[in-house]
């Protein structure tokens, strides 16, 4: 946390960098991934710009999601009438 950064599952930063030549990077920091990838497959990621006292930083996240097709709701309300309750 040198950074003033508190690492997080699938969260990161970008510092901007100090360059010290035109082939320097940019931006510079890390990415804690929360699962394993293997080479050849794509990390998506999702980046917000946000402004630190240390200056600007760039806040990074795995864009792991993905739909719910499954669905945890039901497909179809079953409406129970009043006098059907047994109480």
């Known amino acids: 946390m040198a950074n003033g950064h508190i690492a997080q599952m699938g969260k990161g930063v970008l510092f901007q960098n100090e360059k010290k ?3 320097s990077p940019d931006w510079k920091g890390t990415l804690l ?4 990838y293997k080479a050849g497959q794509t990390l998506k990621i999702a980046g917000w710009t946000k402004q630190t006292p240390k200056g600007s930083l760039i806040s990074l996240s795995e864009d792991n999601w993905k ?3 499954g669905g945890t709701y ?3 309300v079953n409406r129970v009438q009043d006098g059907d309750v047994p109480f």
């Open 74 to 76: 039901p497909k179809e």
């Open 67 to 69: 739909p719910d097709n």
């Open 21 to 23: 030549h035109e082939k």
């Open 33 to 36: 991934l929360s699962e394993d």
